[in-house]
């Protein structure tokens, strides 16, 4: 079974919830958290913070995700695990898969 994750970054402030509009199929123009496929080998923590600075240039200094909770889509044969966190200071978010916001 594919392992994937998604992870929900706040703000400081917790008022807004960092997203990614999609620049290609599937779903592309549509908007998700941040998240991708667990490697081989990884656990799911490793893979947030991996898919957490691929994405967006947010590092572990900068946050602590935590676990919330994991789902199966059985129909897709793919387990997620969901990450929340709030960053520890302001940052700059730079990605080249997908526009932030």
Excluded: W
Aim: charged content about 30%.
């Amino acid at each position: 079974m594919q392992g994937c994750n998604m992870i929900m970054i706040c703000n400081k402030e917790m008022d807004r919830l960092l997203m990614c509009k999609r620049r290609k199929e599937p779903c592309k123009g549509l908007s998700n958290p941040v998240g991708g496929k667990t490697g081989s080998g990884e656990n799911g923590l490793d893979a947030a913070y991996r898919e957490l600075y691929e994405e967006t240039g947010i590092s572990r200094e900068d946050v602590t995700p935590h676990h919330l909770m994991d789902f199966t889509y059985y129909m897709h044969n793919c387990y997620v695990e969901v990450c929340v966190g709030r960053l520890k200071r302001d940052v700059e978010t730079a990605g080249d898969e997908n526009e932030l916001y």
